[in-house]
């Protein structure tokens, strides 16, 4: 990219809110305050860098657990098919572990939460990890007014290993049953090995269907009158808690961008050798 802006030239006021890209990569330019900005960087060439804070958040809408700031695509949705998504990240050290971090969400109908994202979870032993997280299948309410899916939970990749690259690889064959496959690969170029597969699942649902107040979406992934439906990839840097703190925290994420392809030797190819 050669541009890259949203902000309000009155903060606080939508009307002075200005935004650029060019080319015209993304649907959604959803950060304030410039918090996403191109950047130089010896093995991309170019990368994104990301600031999350007390007053990042998507221009129209504020949530009220956490913070964030955000590129979004919206693209048609194909049961049955393959989509191996590649994209770089590192972490600043400093980094404050929130209850939950989201840096990227793919296939998304915004039913619930997303049915397949990375992220970087709270850690049990202290130790901050990328994981990736599922929420798919049948969504139900689990009485407490959260639509939890058949198949969900975290499954970790690797530690994060502050201020280096991390490659990930998510490869997901999209269905809404049990014949749904996952498939996530990474690697440290730091380290100079190779591509690693952490997580391995088959028999399990990917995407996401049911009716949530914030919709409804079929088994066969389409809507009330048969019609397709469209689902968001999107992230950068979201995160927060329960309830919010007294003091929110700035926390920092470079990425490389995000690739989708048809394969996993694809989705390597994306990537520096």
């Known amino acids: 990219m050669t541009s890259l802006s949203s902000y309000e030239s009155t903060p606080g006021t939508l009307s002075t809110l200005k935004q650029a890209q060019s080319p015209q990569l993304w ?69 404050t572990q929130p209850s939950w971090a989201d840096l990227f969400q793919f296939g998304y109908p915004t039913l619930s ?27 139900t309410n689990n009485g407490s007014g959260f639509y939890r899916g058949t198949q969900m939970g975290d499954t970790n ?52 269907y049911g009716t949530t107040p914030s919709g409804s979406v079929n088994a066969t992934f389409t809507n009330s009158s048969g019609g397709p439906i469209n689902v968001l990839d999107h992230g950068g840097l979201y995160f927060g808690y329960g309830s919010m703190p007294s003091s929110f925290p700035t926390n920092y994420v470079s990425q490389s961008g995000l690739t989708r392809s048809s394969s996993l030797s694809s989705a390597q190819s994306t990537f520096p050798s």
Do not use: C
């Not at 709270?122 to 599922?134: K, M």
């Not at 997901?172 to 597969?197: A, D, H």
């Open 157 to 208: 990749i690797v530690a994060v290993p502050f201020d280096a690259w991390v490659e990930i690889i998510v490869g997901v064959k999209w269905e809404t049953n049990s014949t749904g496959e996952l498939r996530v690969y990474y690697r440290i170029p730091s380290k100079g090995t190779g591509w690693v597969l952490a997580v391995s699942k088959s028999g399990v649902p990917t995407e996401q």
């Open 27 to 95: 649907d959604g330019l959803l950060f304030l305050n410039n918090d996403i900005q191109l950047a130089s960087d010896s093995r991309y060439g170019q990368i994104y860098s990301i600031r999350t804070g007390s007053d990042s958040h998507n221009p129209y809408y504020t949530p009220t657990d956490g913070r964030s700031s955000e590129l979004s695509r919206r693209r048609p949705m194909v049961l049955g098919s393959w989509d191996w998504y590649g994209n770089s990240f590192k972490v600043k050290s400093g980094w």
């Open 113 to 139: 939460s997303p049915p397949l994202s990375i992220n970087i979870d709270r850690p049990t032993d202290g130790v901050p990890r990328f994981q990736v997280f599922q929420n798919a299948g049948l969504l």
